[in-house]
């Protein structure tokens, strides 16, 4: 007897237990503004998809049907096609259920007067419980409904904070006093971490910079944003690269949370004479991709950006020659698994770079890279952002100058002055 006690006890605290944990955070009101502000916010947002002055036109007895499939697919054609087809599946398994369920038709006498006069009025009949089968049904319907409405108010804050985004990193190709850029990224989700910059500086020399956020999605978009405002921010007090980065590295930990860290990898260019000095804060190195087909790798620099505020960081110094390539690229390129695991890794990337080095076309070079890596994945969904950023100088074409397209730019990355007219780069030993 005593056992049968202490198990009643114990199973009645773990329900107890268990409606806690359940109904934690619930009122009364939330659950009333369900059926009020939710619903109404929510048949708003999907009515607008129907036209009403086409609904106006039509006789008053085919409204209903109109509007009701204007609205069902208002609602469904918000998911994904292959949701959207398990939506229709289950509707329809739950018409036929009802349907075989269905006993017949049977007459409900409806009293007109309370002594003599009644109406009979047909109606379906169901085993007991039916009422609940439909109770429940409906209900998950409209949860359903209420999700897809604010799954897609949300997806609509992203898509703007996507173009915000954008608009913040250069667009197309930089080309200008002997220096060709370019850029591409490719979210893992709406809006992402990673990051990359192109910036002319007013003493001719022109910053390229590519980073990426710890996380990803809007936590790691707004921490970016941050650091290229204050990237521009310091590169306009004509900071040396060192000190820029050491003091990026104080403003990261002192206004960016503790669990947050950057990696960067930083690089000035001289496009006349192709002297470069790179400083690499944690960064996956970037690679300088010579004529001779042979590699080196920017490694000099320190640990990620954000993590300690007595971090110490070095510079490296090279030179980009005529015909180089240098490649700056996140971690998303060489973490990238096929579906049987196998990452794309370094090795595929120096192989990417080898086949398609040559090509004279950076956006093309650009594209390559983010498509071998989406064919590599296949259908597996990426778990970290792709970004990669190519630099070179050009060699001119039978003396003539390297044409001027700086305004491919977005206007944040524009230089604060007119480049004064392109010169020909020197031409690289043996050319």
């Known amino acids: ?112 007067d309370p002594i003599v006069l009644r109406f009979p009025l047909p ?34 804050d992203l898509e703007i904070a996507r173009d915000i985004q954008q608009a913040m990193l250069p667009r197309g190709l930089y080309s200008s006093g002997g220096l060709e850029a370019f850029g591409a990224t490719r979210a893992a989700n709406t809006v992402g971490g990673d990051f990359y910059d192109i910036l002319p500086r007013p003493d001719g020399r022109v910053v390229i910079a590519l980073g990426d956020v710890a996380g990803k999605g809007s936590p790691a978009a707004l921490l970016m944003a941050i650091l290229l405002a204050m990237l ?59 004529r001779s087909g042979d590699f080196e790798r920017l490694t000099a620099g320190g640990i990620a950006l954000g993590l300690f505020d007595s971090s110490e960081y070095v ?16 971690d ?31 956006p093309d070079v650009g594209t390559a890279i983010i498509r071998a890596v989406e064919r590599h994945a296949q259908d597996v969904r990426f778990a970290d952002d792709l970004t990669v950023l190519l630099a070179r100088r050009p060699l001119a074409a039978e003396g003539r100058p390297i044409p001027d397209t700086a305004s491919d730019l977005a206007p944040s990355a524009q230089p604060p002055a007119p480049d004064p007219e392109p010169q020909t780069p020197p031409a690289a030993p043996g050319v």
């Open 1 to 112: 007897m005593a056992n049968s006690t202490d198990w009643a006890r114990e199973q009645t605290s773990r329900v107890r237990d268990f409606y806690n944990v359940y109904t934690r955070g619930f009122s009364a009101e939330a659950f009333q503004r369900l059926f009020t502000r939710d619903t109404r916010d929510a048949y708003r947002y999907f009515s607008n998809a129907v036209d009403r002055e086409a609904l106006a036109a039509l006789p008053w007895w085919k409204r209903p049907a109109v509007f009701a499939r204007g609205f069902f697919l208002a609602v469904t054609m918000k998911m994904s096609p292959a949701r959207r087809v398990l939506f229709a599946l289950a509707l329809a398994a739950a018409v036929i259920g009802l349907v075989v369920m269905l006993r017949g038709i049977h007459a409900v006498w409806i009293p007109i």
């Open 123 to 156: 109606a379906p009949e169901w085993p007991a419980g039916t009422a609940w089968l439909i109770l429940s049904i409906l209900g998950l319907t409209f949860l359903i409904l209420l999700e897809v409405f604010e799954r897609l108010s949300l997806k609509n």
């Open 232 to 290: 521009r921010t310091l590169l306009d007090e004509g900071l040396d690269a060192v000190p820029l980065i050491s003091r990026l590295n104080v403003q990261i930990l002192r206004h960016a949370p503790s669990s947050r860290f950057i990696t960067l990898q930083f690089v000035s260019i001289d496009p006349a004479t192709g002297d470069l000095v790179a400083v690499n804060a944690g960064h996956l190195p970037g690679l300088i991709r010579r």
């Open 315 to 330: 510079a490296q110094q090279a030179r980009l020659e005529p015909g180089d390539l240098l490649v700056l690229y996140s």
């Open 332 to 362: 998303g390129i060489t973490e990238a698994e096929s579906p049987s695991g196998a990452p794309f890794d370094e090795e595929g990337l120096v192989a990417l770079i080898r086949a398609h080095g040559d090509n004279p076309s950076l």
